[in-house]
Nanobody, 126 residues
């Protein structure tokens, strides 16, 4: 069992930056693939970025590639999402997610997620 707690959300102007953090409780954080998803009002939760257990592989949604960077620190049980050049369409609740299975090295779908955080609001004003 692992608990995920996000932080770092807030209100920022278009073109600005935010860094989201995800703190994981429990042991064996390094055995979980991690990801960030987001959900805007009235829309489905969508994939943003993912990172493998060993930090060797990362993948991004096309809409954020080149602007967002996912990372993790297994020694600190932390995952991060650095968001640069933010746009109003990035406005959403951002969720941290973990996958404990070894069926895939990364998380690309909500169906793979075993644990969710409570979410943190990111609002980008134009």
């Amino acid at each position: 069992q692992v608990q995920l707690v996000e932080s770092g959300g807030g209100l920022v102007q278009a073109g600005g930056s935010l860094r989201l953090s995800c703190a994981a409780s429990g042991r064996a954080f390094s055995s979980y693939a991690m990801a960030w998803f987001r959900q805007a009002p009235g829309k489905e939760r969508e994939f943003v970025a993912t990172i493998s257990r060993s930090d060797s592989s990362t993948y991004y949604a096309a809409s954020v590639k080149g602007r967002f960077t996912i990372s993790r620190d297994n020694a600190k049980n932390m995952a991060y999402l650095q968001m640069n050049s933010l746009k109003p369409e990035d406005t959403a609740v951002y969720f941290c997610a973990a996958d404990r299975s070894f069926q895939s090295s990364v998380i690309l779908s909500t169906t793979q997620v075993d644990y969710w955080g409570q979410g943190t609001q990111v609002t980008v004003s134009s």
